[in-house]
């Protein structure tokens, strides 16, 4: 299960429309790693002069390295995020993080770098293997 989900919140997204707030409250509750992880980030790209920063740092085990994978890989946690923090976040591997501010001056063009197959395979090592 990715979620810890609490019956108020259940019994909201049976009944229509989920709050985003509470949403984010719920992915930030439930993934406590993948939430440190992107908010450290966050928290560096917006103190960086250009627009970008990134977590290099792999997961200290499985359980932290899931919860990554989970709050990355949903689409709806990912946007959901995205909105929260304000920020475009990319992933690589199993715990490579980075964090765009929309609008900055080449931020486009770093995203389009981070997220292009040779970025994929630069970022490749042997430590890496089962990630």
């Known amino acids: 299960m990715s979620l810890t989900v609490d019956d108020r919140l259940l019994e909201q997204a049976r009944a229509g429309e989920v709050d985003d707030a509470a949403f984010v ?5 439930s993934l406590p790693y993948a939430w440190q992880v992107i908010e450290d980030v966050v928290v560096r790209t917006r103190a960086s002069d250009d627009g970008f920063a990134d977590n290099q740092t792999p997961p200290p085990n499985e359980e932290a390295r899931g919860q990554l994978l989970r709050a990355l890989a949903s689409d709806a946690m990912r946007a959901a995020l995205e909105r929260h923090f304000g920020v475009r ?3 690589q591997n199993c715990h490579r993080v980075a964090a765009f501010v929309p609008g900055a001056a080449g ?5 389009a ?3 292009s197959p040779r970025a994929q395979l630069l970022n490749q ?3 890496l293997v089962d990630c």
């Open 125 to 127: 090592s042997p430590e």
């Open 89 to 91: 976040l990319a992933f």
């Open 113 to 115: 770098t981070f997220v």
């Open 25 to 29: 409250a719920c992915v930030r509750d």
């Open 107 to 111: 931020t486009a063009e770093r995203h």
